[in-house]
């Protein structure tokens, strides 16, 4: 399993053919693992992953499993499992 990896930071073009877009705006994105990629918190496989360059963010609801959070320089990033 490859390890989604965040040591130079996080381009979802360096990804594009294991995660799917599901609604991006100005400053975010949300994506689905089609890969099985490993979480860079945790590695094991995640679910969803929500990429922010926003300076705060807010969620309307909570997912019913795990959370792990990465930070690179520029952006969060949130993973669901």
């Given at each position: 399993m490859?390890?989604?990896?965040?040591s130079d930071g996080f381009d979802v073009h360096d990804y594009r053919s294991k995660l799917k877009l599901?609604?991006?705006d100005a400053g975010s994105m949300?994506?689905?693992n089609?890969?099985?990629l490993g979480c860079p918190a945790c590695g094991?496989?995640?679910d969803r992953l929500f990429v922010s360059d926003?300076?705060?963010v807010t969620f309307d609801s909570a997912p019913s499993g795990p959370i792990c959070l990465?930070?690179?320089?520029?952006?969060l990033?949130?993973?669901?499992h």
């Open positions: 490859t390890r989604l990896d965040i599901l609604r991006q949300s994506l689905e089609r890969a099985e094991t496989p995640f926003d300076e705060t990465a930070r690179t320089d520029e952006r990033l949130v993973l669901t």
